[in-house]
């Protein structure tokens, strides 16, 4: 009898917690759904931190990261002293697709920090992030990790 009733409690608290879960993951869901909010402008245009369809570089992440070593180089000073670490870079992706005002928004060493500037600088035009259809400004954020080789 004991055991029946703790197997009644337990399932009812199960039943909680998937209810619960669902809560939560609608109201995420719904969250980025419907009007996007813009977070800020650039040059007089709304920029969205979320969009119906979001930028997508081509060839997807894989080529995104690929373009993004081919143009990185490692400072010297920081290879001397042994600096290591992940820069987050922060740029909006205009309605053209460009990569417009890189900035860091995760500091390792100001050295790495403009090298992961100059190397995002250099990247081509991505698939412009969609709301309705139409192509609108969207941040977009990358992690630039610096490792260096051990001997």
Same mark, same amino acid.
């Given at each position: 009898?004991?055991?029946?009733?703790?197997?009644?409690?337990?399932?009812?608290?199960?039943?909680?917690?998937?209810?619960?879960?669902?809560?939560?993951?609608?109201?995420?869901?719904?969250?980025?759904?419907?009007?996007?909010?813009?977070?800020?402008?650039?040059?007089?245009?709304?920029?969205?931190?979320?969009?119906?369809?979001?930028?997508?570089?081509?060839?997807?992440?894989?080529? =995104?990261?690929? /373009?993004?070593?081919?143009?990185?180089?490692?400072?010297?000073?920081? $290879?001397?002293?042994? &600096?290591? +670490? !992940?820069?987050?870079?922060?740029?909006?992706?205009?309605?053209?697709?460009?990569?417009?005002?890189?900035?860091?928004?995760?500091?390792?060493?100001?050295? =790495?920090?403009? /090298?992961?500037?100059?190397?995002?600088?250099?990247?081509?035009?991505? $698939?412009?992030?969609? &709301?309705? +259809? !139409?192509?609108?400004?969207?941040?977009?954020?990358?992690?630039?990790?610096?490792?260096?080789?051990?001997?």
């Amino acid at each position: 009898m004991t055991i029946m009733k703790n197997m009644k409690t337990t399932a009812k608290f199960s039943l909680g917690k998937v209810m619960l879960m669902l809560t939560i993951t609608a109201g995420f869901l719904f969250s980025f759904s419907g009007n996007a909010k813009a977070q800020d402008t650039f040059n007089g245009e709304e920029v969205f931190v979320v969009a119906e369809e979001m930028p997508v570089f081509p060839g997807e992440t894989k080529a =995104l990261y690929q /373009a993004i070593s081919s143009n990185l180089r490692y400072p010297q000073s920081a $290879k001397e002293n042994g &600096i290591e +670490g !992940k820069v987050m870079i922060r740029f909006i992706v205009d309605k053209d697709g460009a990569v417009k005002n890189p900035t860091v928004i995760k500091s390792v060493d100001p050295s =790495l920090d403009k /090298a992961a500037l100059d190397a995002v600088k250099l990247l081509p035009k991505f $698939k412009p992030g969609k &709301i309705g +259809g !139409k192509p609108v400004n969207v941040y977009y954020t990358v992690p630039i990790a610096f490792k260096l080789a051990t001997s």
